[in-house]
């Protein structure tokens, strides 16, 4: 079964390789989406692909990147929008 989410992530996550550690674990569980900082500070990931695989990225995104401090991550469910592929995104 396929799912999608968007997840938010709060603490010492820009600038310490956090958006290329998601895309290589993204592309590694193939899972679809992207990861791009926010102007506040906040890391948005969008995951799509199987339940497990989306649910391994989840826990990998509260965990990190060494160097990283995560104080809070949200999760949302989302409609599913069958990306093709896994991509940093610039603001």
């Known amino acids: 079964m ?3 989410v968007r997840v938010y992530v709060e603490g010492s996550v820009q600038g310490i390789f956090f958006r290329a550690f998601v ?3 993204a ?3 193939n899972v679809k989406g992207f990861v791009r ?3 506040d500070g906040r890391i948005e990931i969008f ?3 199987n339940n497990d695989d ?3 990225m989840i826990e990998l995104c ?5 160097h990283s401090d995560i104080r809070r991550v949200e999760v949302k469910e989302e409609k599913f929008q069958d990306f093709k592929t896994f991509k940093i995104l610039h603001i």
Do not use: F, S, Y
């Not at 509260?62 to 060494?66: I, Q, S």
């Open 62 to 66: 509260k965990t990190g990147p060494k």
């Open 2 to 4: 396929k799912k999608a």
């Open 27 to 29: 592309e590694r569980h």
């Open 37 to 39: 900082n926010l102007e």
């Open 54 to 56: 989306v649910d391994k």
């Open 47 to 49: 995951l799509e692909g």
């Open 23 to 25: 895309k290589e674990n």
